[in-house]
């Protein structure tokens, strides 16, 4: 999924240099921004993280370990 999202901003970013990217997403659309931000010094293109001025991070579950050895579904 993240390589999916990475792919899609190289996109943007490619036909609109000067795009000011605003990175939003709810439950785990905003998990998967929050982790994808984390991982960044390693797997976020600097052409991509340059160019992110903001984020909209809704109602995510940001921390798993409270779930590990759960059968919570």
């Known amino acids: 999924m993240q390589?999916?999202?990475?792919?899609?901003?190289l996109k943007v970013v490619t036909?609109?240099?000067?795009a000011k990217l605003v990175?939003?997403?709810h439950s785990a659309g905003g998990q998967l921004v929050a982790h994808l931000?984390?991982?960044s010094?390693?797997?976020?293109?600097?052409?991509i993280a340059q160019?992110?001025?903001g984020l909209i991070l809704l109602a995510g579950v940001y921390?798993?370990?409270?779930?590990?050895g759960t059968t919570y579904n």
């Open 63 to 68: 921390d798993l370990r409270p779930f590990i």
């Open 51 to 53: 160019n992110i001025v």
């Open 37 to 39: 931000l984390h991982e």
């Open 23 to 25: 990175l939003a997403g």
């Open 41 to 47: 010094p390693t797997y976020l293109p600097k052409q």
């Open 3 to 9: 390589a999916e999202i990475v792919a899609s901003l």
């Open 15 to 18: 036909d609109f240099p000067r």
